[in-house]
C-alpha cells in the first residue's frame, strides 16, 4: 500500500513501515474490496497533481472509508516510529549511557563536589502531572490495539509475528475511531490509571534504580525517602470550565486511583513474600521486626492459616503477609467509608513505609546490602513516590467561582456596607485578609447557597474527607486559575478554612494554594501579585505551616493566545525571575509548575531543551510539568520510551539544579540580551495584536478550519469554550485555538509574529547568532519555532482559504504568508541554515514523507467542507469530516 521512498530513513525503519502498511492494504482488500485500495493508492499517487480533481463527488461511505485508511497508515507509521527509536534510544544508551550518566559526566566534568552532588540528587522531584486536556483524538480501544504491534514488531521475524500482525491491524480497521459519546470524567480517570500503572510497577522504579547505581559509584547514598520522581494528575481534579468535574466525581476517582494504587502494592508484595524466603535457622532476623510481627499476627486474625504453618520459620513471609493483609483491610475501609484502626488497616501510605522501612534495615543489617538493595528497596521506592493514590490530584477552580461563594458567606453577615461583589480589587484584599486573621466560621453551620456557590464550598469539603480516608499525599495543590491579584488566592484560602482544610491557630494547613498566571498582565505582574500574598501575616502563617514553599504556576497556551508565541514565551520566563526575587526578598522558596501543552503554541516541544533552557536558577531541586493528550500516549505507550523520558526529565532537573543554579552571562551580556529580546516581543506582539483585532479573523479562523466540529469529535469531558461564552475568540480555549490551526495547516499559534520580531532587533544580527549559540532559552525558542515552521504548509492552507473563506476575508491569508516568509527568512539568519531543520535531516525527512499522506487527507477535508458550508447536512457527511480531522491529528502528531 505504501511506498518509503527516502534514503534518509533508517532502512529497518522503512522495511517495517513497508510491512505494517502492506498488512494494512491486505487487511483494506479483506474488509472492503480491492476498489477500495485502488482508490487509496490513485488519491496518495496524485495528491499534489490537477488529476485529483477527477475524484470529485465521492459518496460519504467512500469518503470515511478513504479517510479511515489513511488514519490508519498514520497510526501505524506513528508506532512503528516509536519502536524504532526506542530501538535507537537502547543503542545510544548502550554506547552513551542513560540521560542521567551523561549528566552526571558532564558534572564531574565540570568539577561539581560530592557533597553539592549528594545534597541536590536528595532533594531533587520530578512531577510530571497527567491532565485530562483533550488533544489525543485517538480512542484507548485503538492505543491499545496499537501497543500490540509495537510489542510484536520487537519480536524475531516470523510466520507466527507476521500473522499475528496481520490479524492486529484488521482489528484496529474493525474499530471506530470517534467515540459514540463524550468521555465523563471517570472513564478520564481509567485512562490515566492505566499509564500510572505501568509507569509506576516499571519505568519509575527502574529510572530510580539507575540513579542510585550512578550515584553509588560515586560514593554517594540516596535516602530511601527521597522522591527524585513522583506523578501528578489533575484528571478529575480539573474543575475549571468543566462542570462535568462534581465534588463527587473528584471522591470516586480519587478512590479509583487507591484502589488501583494499592492493588498494585500487594502484587509487589506477593511478589516479595515469594522471594524472601529468609529462614531463622540459617540467618538472623532483626528483634524489632520480630516484635512488630508479633504484635501484628495478634491484631490481624485474617492473616492466611496457611502461611502462618508454611513459613512459622520465614518471619520476613509472615511479616509481609500481615502487610498485604493490613493493605486489604484498608481498602476495605475505603469502600466502607469506616473509621482507620490503628494496627489493622493503614491510614496512609507513610505507615505502610514504616514497615517497610523497618523490613529493609533487618534485611540490610542481617543478610547484607545487596538483598536489602533488590526488591525491598525497589517497593519501598514505589511507595515513597506513588502512595497509595498512584498519583498526588491537584484541584483547579476559576478565581471568579471563589468570589462568587465567599460573597454569598459575607453578604448572609449583614456586615458589608454593600455587596461582596460590588467591592473593588483592594477593598476585598482588606477585607479578605481581616477575616482571615479571625477565628471565626463564616458558615458557623451548613448554609443554603445557590447550587454553584454550594459546589465550590462542597469542593474543600470533600478535599478534606479524601485527606482524612487516602493521605495527606492525595491532594496537596489547590490551584486557583486566572488569579489576577492576591484576593484571588486569599478568597479560596477562606473557603478552605470555612471547610476545616486550614486552621492557623492550630497550625493547620492541609493544602497549599496556587496562583495559576495565564495572561501577560498577569504574568507582568507577578512581582506585585506575590509580594501582596506573602506581606499578608495570615497567608504568610499559612505558607510557614507548608515549609515556607509556595507554588506557582505558569500558563503557557493562554499566555500565547493572548499574545503570541514570542510574547508568551519571553514573559514566562521573566515572570520566572521576578517570582524568584520576590520570595527570596521574603525567606521563601518557589517551586514552579509548567503548565506545557503538547504543540509549541502551547509550550510544547523536547522537555530536556525546555528544562534545561528554563531560568538560570529557578528549577532549584523540584520541577512540575503538565502531560496531556497525545503526548502521553507519545511518550509513555512503550516501556522503553517511558524510562527514556522520565530519565532524561530527572537528569535535566538535576542538571539544571547543580550547573544551571546561576547565570554564567556577564552583567553586560545580560542586559544586551535581554534588551534584544524584549525588544523582539515587544514588535512581535504587536504584530500578533494586529491579526487579532482585525474584525474579520473569528469569521475567518471559523471558515477556513474545522474548529466547529471538534466538539463532535467526543474527546474529552470538558466543553470546547468557557462557561457562558458569546461566540467570540476570547472565549475559545486554547486547545481548540490550536487544534483549528493546525488542522488547517496554518499553525499561527507557533509562530506568527517572530518574523517581525526579530527583524526589529535585526540591527543586531551578530548578537542574535551569539544568543542562539550560548543562551538556552533563546535557542529552544527559535528552533521550537523552526520546527512550527516546517510544519506549516501554507499551500495547503490556501486550499481552505480559497475555497472556504469569503473573499472579503482572504486577504487575512496574504497577511499571515507574508509573516511567515518572513519568520522563515529571519530563523534561517539566526540559525546559519540554508533550510529549516537542516541539522535534523531525519525528522525532516519524516515530515516529507508524512506529507505525501497528509496532503489527501487535507483535500478530502476542503471537499466535504465546502459541502457542509454549501448547506448539505447528515450524519454521514459529519462523520467523514470528523475521521478526516482524526486522521490529521494522528499525520501531524501533536495538535493541541
Same mark, same amino acid.
Given at each position: 500500500?505504501?511506498?518509503?521512498?527516502?534514503?534518509?530513513?533508517?532502512?529497518?525503519?522503512?522495511?517495517?513501515?513497508?510491512?505494517v502498511?502492506?498488512?494494512?492494504?491486505d487487511?483494506?482488500?479483506?474488509?472492503?474490496?480491492?476498489?477500495?485500495?485502488?482508490?487509496?493508492e490513485?488519491?496518495?499517487?496524485?495528491?499534489?497533481?490537477?488529476?485529483?480533481?477527477?475524484?470529485?463527488?465521492?459518496?460519504?461511505?467512500?469518503?470515511?472509508k478513504?479517510?479511515?485508511?489513511?488514519?490508519?497508515y498514520?497510526h501505524?507509521?506513528?508506532?512503528?516510529?516509536?519502536?524504532?527509536?526506542?530501538?535507537?534510544?537502547?543503542?545510544?544508551?548502550?554506547?552513551?549511557?542513560?540521560?542521567l550518566?551523561?549528566?552526571?559526566?558532564?558534572?564531574?566534568?565540570?568539577?561539581?563536589?560530592?557533597?553539592?552532588?549528594?545534597?541536590?540528587?536528595?532533594?531533587?522531584?520530578?512531577?510530571?502531572?497527567?491532565?485530562?486536556?483533550?488533544?489525543?483524538?485517538?480512542?484507548?480501544?485503538?492505543?491499545e490495539?496499537?501497543?500490540?504491534?509495537?510489542?510484536?514488531?520487537?519480536?524475531?521475524?516470523s510466520?507466527?509475528?507476521?500473522?499475528?500482525?496481520a490479524?492486529?491491524?484488521?482489528l484496529l480497521?474493525?474499530?471506530?475511531?470517534?467515540?459514540?459519546?463524550?468521555?465523563?470524567?471517570?472513564?478520564?480517570?481509567?485512562?490515566?490509571?492505566?499509564?500510572?500503572?505501568?509507569?509506576?510497577?516499571?519505568?519509575?522504579?527502574?529510572?530510580?534504580?539507575?540513579?542510585?547505581?550512578?550515584?553509588?559509584?560515586r560514593?554517594?547514598?540516596?535516602?530511601?525517602?527521597?522522591?527524585?520522581?513522583?506523578?501528578?494528575?489533575?484528571?478529575?481534579?480539573?474543575?475549571?470550565?468543566?462542570?462535568?468535574?462534581?465534588p463527587?466525581?473528584?471522591?470516586?476517582?480519587?478512590?479509583?486511583?487507591?484502589?488501583?494504587?494499592?492493588?498494585?502494592?500487594?502484587?509487589a508484595?506477593?511478589e516479595?513474600?515469594?522471594?524472601?524466603?529468609?529462614?531463622?535457622?540459617?540467618?538472623?532476623?532483626?528483634?524489632?521486626?520480630?516484635?512488630?510481627?508479633?504484635?501484628?499476627?495478634?491484631?490481624?486474625?485474617?492473616?492466611?492459616?496457611?502461611?502462618?504453618?508454611?513459613?512459622?520459620?520465614?518471619?520476613?513471609?509472615?511479616?509481609?503477609?500481615?502487610?498485604?493483609?493490613?493493605?486489604?483491610?484498608?481498602?476495605?475501609?475505603?469502600?466502607?467509608?469506616?473509621?482507620?484502626?490503628?494496627?489493622?488497616?493503614?491510614?496512609?501510605?507513610?505507615e505502610?513505609?514504616d514497615?517497610?522501612?523497618?523490613?529493609?534495615k533487618?534485611?540490610?543489617?542481617?543478610?547484607?546490602?545487596?538483598?536489602?538493595?533488590?526488591?525491598?528497596?525497589r517497593?519501598?521506592?514505589?511507595?515513597?513516590?506513588?502512595?497509595?493514590?498512584?498519583?498526588?490530584?491537584?484541584?483547579?477552580?476559576?478565581?471568579?467561582?471563589?468570589?462568587?461563594?465567599?460573597?454569598?458567606?459575607?453578604?448572609?453577615?449583614?456586615?458589608?456596607?454593600?455587596?461582596?461583589?460590588?467591592?473593588?480589587?483592594?477593598?476585598?484584599?482588606?477585607?479578605?485578609?481581616?477575616e482571615?486573621?479571625?477565628?471565626?466560621?463564616l458558615?458557623?453551620?451548613?448554609?443554603?447557597?445557590?447550587?454553584?456557590?454550594?459546589?465550590?464550598l462542597?469542593?474543600?469539603?470533600?478535599?478534606?474527607?479524601?485527606?482524612?480516608?487516602?493521605?495527606?499525599r492525595?491532594?496537596?495543590?489547590?490551584?486557583?486559575?486566572?488569579?489576577?491579584?492576591?484576593? =484571588?488566592?486569599? $478568597?479560596?484560602?477562606? *473557603?478552605? /478554612? #470555612?471547610?476545616?482544610?486550614?486552621?492557623? !491557630? @492550630?497550625?493547620?494547613?492541609r493544602i497549599?494554594?496556587?496562583?495559576?498566571?495565564?495572561?501577560?498582565?498577569?504574568?507582568?505582574?507577578?512581582?506585585?501579585?506575590?509580594?501582596?500574598?506573602?506581606?499578608?501575616?495570615?497567608?504568610?502563617?499559612?505558607?510557614?505551616?507548608?515549609?515556607?514553599?509556595?507554588?506557582?504556576?505558569?500558563?503557557?497556551?493562554?499566555?500565547n493566545?493572548?499574545?503570541?508565541?514570542?510574547?508568551?514565551?519571553?514573559?514566562?520566563q521573566?515572570?520566572?525571575?521576578?517570582?524568584?526575587?520576590?520570595?527570596?526578598?521574603?525567606?521563601?522558596?518557589v517551586?514552579?509548575?509548567?503548565?506545557?501543552?503538547?504543540?509549541?503554541?502551547?509550550?510544547?516541544?523536547?522537555?530536556?531543551d525546555?528544562?534545561?533552557?528554563?531560568?538560570?536558577?529557578?528549577?532549584?531541586?523540584?520541577?512540575?510539568?503538565?502531560?496531556?493528550?497525545?503526548?502521553?500516549? =507519545?511518550?509513555? $505507550?512503550?516501556?522503553? *520510551?517511558? /524510562? #527514556?523520558?522520565?530519565?532524561?526529565?530527572? !537528569? @535535566?532537573?538535576?542538571?539544571?539544579?547543580?550547573?544551571?543554579?546561576?547565570?554564567?552571562?556577564?552583567?553586560?551580556?545580560?542586559k544586551?540580551?535581554?534588551?534584544i529580546?524584549?525588544?523582539?516581543?515587544?514588535?512581535?506582539?504587536?504584530?500578533?495584536?494586529?491579526?487579532?483585532?482585525?474584525?474579520?479573523?473569528?469569521?475567518?479562523?471559523?471558515a477556513?478550519?474545522?474548529?466547529?466540529?471538534?466538539?463532535?469529535?467526543?474527546?474529552?469531558?470538558?466543553?470546547?469554550?468557557?462557561?457562558?461564552?458569546?461566540?467570540?475568540?476570547d472565549?475559545?480555549?486554547?486547545?481548540?485555538?490550536?487544534?483549528?490551526?493546525?488542522?488547517?495547516?496554518?499553525?499561527?499559534?507557533?509562530?506568527?509574529?517572530?518574523?517581525?520580531?526579530?527583524?526589529?532587533?535585526?540591527?543586531?544580527?551578530?548578537?542574535?547568532?551569539?544568543?542562539y549559540e550560548?543562551?538556552?532559552?533563546?535557542?529552544?525558542?527559535?528552533?521550537?519555532?523552526?520546527?512550527?515552521?516546517?510544519?506549516?504548509?501554507?499551500?495547503? !492552507?490556501?486550499?481552505?482559504?480559497?475555497?472556504?473563506?469569503?473573499?472579503?476575508?482572504?486577504?487575512?491569508?496574504?497577511?499571515?504568508?507574508?509573516?511567515?516568509?518572513?519568520?522563515?527568512?529571519?530563523?534561517?539568519?539566526?540559525?546559519?541554515?540554508?533550510?529549516?531543520?537542516?541539522?535534523?535531516?531525519?525528522?525532516?525527512?519524516t515530515?516529507?514523507?508524512?506529507?505525501r499522506?497528509?496532503?489527501?487527507l487535507?483535500w478530502?477535508?476542503?471537499?466535504?467542507?465546502t459541502?457542509?458550508?454549501n448547506?448539505?447536512?447528515?450524519?454521514?457527511?459529519?462523520?467523514?469530516?470528523?475521521?478526516?480531522?482524526?486522521?490529521?491529528?494522528?499525520?501531524?502528531?501533536?495538535?493541541?
Amino acid at each position: 500500500m505504501i511506498a518509503v521512498p527516502s534514503t534518509n530513513l533508517p532502512k529497518d525503519l522503512r522495511r517495517d513501515v513497508r510491512l505494517v502498511t502492506s498488512l494494512l492494504g491486505d487487511a483494506l482488500v479483506r474488509s472492503e474490496g480491492p476498489e477500495l485500495l485502488d482508490l487509496v493508492e490513485t488519491v496518495r499517487t496524485h495528491a499534489k497533481s490537477a488529476s485529483l480533481a477527477t475524484v470529485t463527488g465521492l459518496d460519504l461511505e467512500t469518503a470515511a472509508k478513504l479517510a479511515r485508511a489513511f488514519t490508519a497508515y498514520f497510526h501505524l507509521a506513528n508506532v512503528t516510529e516509536q519502536v524504532h527509536r526506542g530501538r535507537a534510544l537502547l543503542e545510544q544508551q548502550e554506547r552513551d549511557g542513560t540521560w542521567l550518566e551523561r549528566a552526571l559526566r558532564r558534572m564531574d566534568a565540570t568539577g561539581v563536589a560530592q557533597p553539592t552532588l549528594a545534597a541536590a540528587a536528595s532533594q531533587v522531584t520530578v512531577r510530571p502531572v497527567l491532565t485530562a486536556h483533550p488533544t489525543e483524538v485517538a480512542r484507548r480501544s485503538r492505543l491499545e490495539k496499537l501497543s500490540r504491534v509495537a510489542a510484536l514488531l520487537d519480536e524475531p521475524h516470523s510466520p507466527r509475528r507476521t500473522r499475528r500482525l496481520a490479524e492486529t491491524i484488521d482489528l484496529l480497521w474493525a474499530t471506530d475511531e470517534i467515540r459514540p459519546r463524550r468521555p465523563e470524567p471517570l472513564d478520564e480517570a481509567r485512562n490515566g490509571i492505566y499509564y500510572l500503572e505501568a509507569l509506576t510497577a516499571s519505568a519509575l522504579p527502574d529510572v530510580i534504580e539507575d540513579m542510585c547505581e550512578q550515584l553509588e559509584a560515586r560514593g554517594i547514598e540516596l535516602p530511601l525517602r527521597a522522591t527524585p520522581l513522583r506523578f501528578g494528575s489533575w484528571i478529575g481534579g480539573d474543575r475549571d470550565g468543566n462542570p462535568n468535574v462534581t465534588p463527587a466525581a473528584t471522591r470516586e476517582i480519587l478512590e479509583s486511583q487507591a484502589f488501583h494504587g494499592i492493588r498494585l502494592i500487594r502484587r509487589a508484595l506477593q511478589e516479595l513474600r515469594a522471594d524472601l524466603s529468609v529462614s531463622e535457622r540459617l540467618s538472623a532476623v532483626s528483634p524489632e521486626l520480630k516484635a512488630t510481627l508479633r504484635s501484628y499476627l495478634a491484631n490481624l486474625p485474617e492473616v492466611d492459616p496457611r502461611y502462618l504453618r508454611l513459613h512459622a520459620e520465614e518471619p520476613y513471609r509472615l511479616f509481609v503477609s500481615c502487610l498485604d493483609a493490613r493493605l486489604e483491610l484498608t481498602l476495605e475501609r475505603i469502600k466502607t467509608g469506616e473509621t482507620h484502626t490503628p494496627g489493622r488497616d493503614y491510614h496512609d501510605a507513610p505507615e505502610l513505609m514504616d514497615d517497610l522501612l523497618l523490613l529493609h534495615k533487618s534485611v540490610a543489617k542481617n543478610q547484607g546490602p545487596l538483598m536489602a538493595a533488590g526488591e525491598v528497596e525497589r517497593l519501598i521506592r514505589i511507595v515513597q513516590a506513588s502512595g497509595f493514590t498512584l498519583a498526588t490530584v491537584d484541584i483547579r477552580e476559576h478565581s471568579a467561582k471563589h468570589h462568587h461563594a465567599i460573597g454569598q458567606l459575607f453578604d448572609r453577615t449583614g456586615e458589608l456596607p454593600r455587596p461582596y461583589a460590588e467591592l473593588g480589587q483592594k477593598e476585598r484584599l482588606r477585607l479578605l485578609s481581616d477575616e482571615l486573621a479571625k477565628r471565626r466560621p463564616l458558615a458557623p453551620s451548613r448554609v443554603q447557597l445557590d447550587p454553584d456557590a454550594n459546589r465550590t464550598l462542597e469542593t474543600f469539603r470533600v478535599i478534606d474527607r479524601t485527606l482524612d480516608t487516602l493521605g495527606d499525599r492525595a491532594i496537596e495543590s489547590y490551584i486557583v486559575s486566572m488569579t489576577h491579584d492576591a484576593d =484571588d488566592i486569599l $478568597a479560596a484560602v477562606l *473557603l478552605a /478554612r #470555612e471547610a476545616g482544610l486550614v486552621d492557623l !491557630a @492550630a497550625d493547620v494547613a492541609r493544602i497549599g494554594f496556587v496562583p495559576l498566571l495565564e495572561t501577560i498582565v498577569e504574568l507582568e505582574n507577578v512581582s506585585e501579585i506575590l509580594d501582596a500574598l506573602f506581606q499578608d501575616p495570615s497567608y504568610r502563617s499559612l505558607l510557614t505551616l507548608r515549609g515556607n514553599v509556595q507554588e506557582v504556576m505558569l500558563g503557557y497556551s493562554d499566555s500565547n493566545k493572548a499574545g503570541g508565541i514570542a510574547t508568551s514565551q519571553w514573559q514566562i520566563q521573566r515572570a520566572q525571575r521576578r517570582a524568584l526575587e520576590v520570595a527570596a526578598r521574603h525567606g521563601l522558596r518557589v517551586v514552579f509548575f509548567h503548565g506545557r501543552g503538547g504543540s509549541v503554541g502551547r509550550g510544547g516541544g523536547p522537555t530536556y531543551d525546555a528544562i534545561t533552557a528554563l531560568p538560570w536558577g529557578t528549577v532549584g531541586s523540584e520541577i512540575k510539568m503538565t502531560e496531556q493528550g497525545e503526548v502521553i500516549s =507519545d511518550k509513555y $505507550a512503550l516501556p522503553v *520510551l517511558s /524510562r #527514556e523520558n522520565l530519565g532524561l526529565m530527572v !537528569a @535535566a532537573t538535576l542538571e539544571a539544579s547543580v550547573l544551571l543554579d546561576h547565570d554564567p552571562r556577564s552583567a553586560e551580556q545580560a542586559k544586551t540580551w535581554d534588551t534584544i529580546m524584549d525588544s523582539i516581543s515587544v514588535s512581535a506582539e504587536g504584530r500578533y495584536r494586529d491579526l487579532m483585532a482585525h474584525d474579520g479573523l473569528s469569521a475567518y479562523f471559523l471558515a477556513s478550519t474545522p474548529v466547529d466540529l471538534l466538539g463532535a469529535l467526543h474527546i474529552g469531558s470538558r466543553p470546547a469554550r468557557r462557561p457562558n461564552a458569546d461566540g467570540g475568540l476570547d472565549d475559545l480555549r486554547a486547545i481548540p485555538w490550536v487544534f483549528g490551526w493546525t488542522q488547517s495547516r496554518q499553525i499561527i499559534p507557533g509562530w506568527f509574529g517572530v518574523g517581525t520580531g526579530l527583524a526589529a532587533a535585526g540591527e543586531r544580527e551578530a548578537e542574535l547568532h551569539i544568543m542562539y549559540e550560548q543562551w538556552p532559552f533563546f535557542r529552544t525558542f527559535i528552533d521550537n519555532v523552526a520546527m512550527t515552521l516546517a510544519k506549516t504548509d501554507l499551500a495547503i !492552507a490556501e486550499q481552505y482559504v480559497r475555497a472556504l473563506v469569503d473573499a472579503p476575508l482572504q486577504p487575512i491569508f496574504d497577511v499571515i504568508a507574508q509573516e511567515y516568509r518572513l519568520t522563515v527568512d529571519w530563523i534561517l539568519k539566526v540559525t546559519a541554515q540554508a533550510q529549516l531543520l537542516e541539522r535534523d535531516p531525519i525528522l525532516r525527512t519524516t515530515l516529507e514523507v508524512r506529507e505525501r499522506y497528509l496532503e489527501p487527507l487535507h483535500w478530502l477535508q476542503v471537499q466535504l467542507l465546502t459541502r457542509r458550508r454549501n448547506g448539505e447536512t447528515g450524519s454521514a457527511l459529519e462523520r467523514a469530516l470528523l475521521l478526516t480531522i482524526s486522521g490529521i491529528a494522528a499525520g501531524m502528531r501533536n495538535t493541541g
